[in-house]
């Protein structure tokens, strides 16, 4: 087998060590939870490449279609045009594809994971069983709820009230509670920390990216998607029988993410 289709399999060299560093809780412990048991059948592909935000459009309609995106109140900045805000009242801002690391704040753990936070993307809640929610309406701030999505993941003690909160409603969803209501043996909080990123397609009310993480001397890297949900980003689930995070890869080095970590 070549290096190039070692990278793009999850046969390849060092992934079933990957499996056993990560343990039962994201990557390897996704599929575990999220697609009864078994291994992925979701075949992986090469990563599409980064499009231009000037352009990027939403390319297909979720697995599980939600309700219409509700894109928060409407408010009127100063040219006279309208300006979107979150379900706690952060402005929109810049709805260029961040190719450069964002602006933060400072980084925070929650729940194990070193996330960033920022009083421009978020979060703009935190509740009192640590969920981040309430996330600026841009690409970056789709960007920054991402990684606290892998936080909120990380924490399999919480993952029935997790997945509630967010996934974005539907068939879907409901299919993730009842496995993950069957599953008894999803306990236990990842270690694993996010250091980069790749925006895959970006679009007014969905974005797509890729998240990398280090194992072992390889990065694994899985793929989110975030839909603008009732005034805030959430996690579009699986279709019933896959894995969240699918396709997953990996990857020799970060030359293809943009490199941004708290640790």
Known sequence: MSKDKDEKSPNGAGFIAACIVVGAVLICGIVIIFAGGGRSTHAIAAAPQPVDAASAQPTDEPASAPATPDAGPAQTNSSGGERRTGSCGLPAGDQAVPAETPAVDGWEVSRRVVVPRSSTYGPGTTDSDGFRHCFAHSPTGAVYAAYSAIAAIADQNKLVPTVKKLMVPGAATDSLLRQAGRDESSSGTSTVQVVGYRVIDAGPDRVSL????????????????????????RLQPPPPGEAVGAPFSQHRDLSDFVKWSGI
């Open 210 to 233: 890729m998240l990398a993480m280090p194992v072992e001397s390889v990065y694994m890297s899985a793929n989110l998607t975030l839909v603008w949900h009732q005034g805030d980003w």
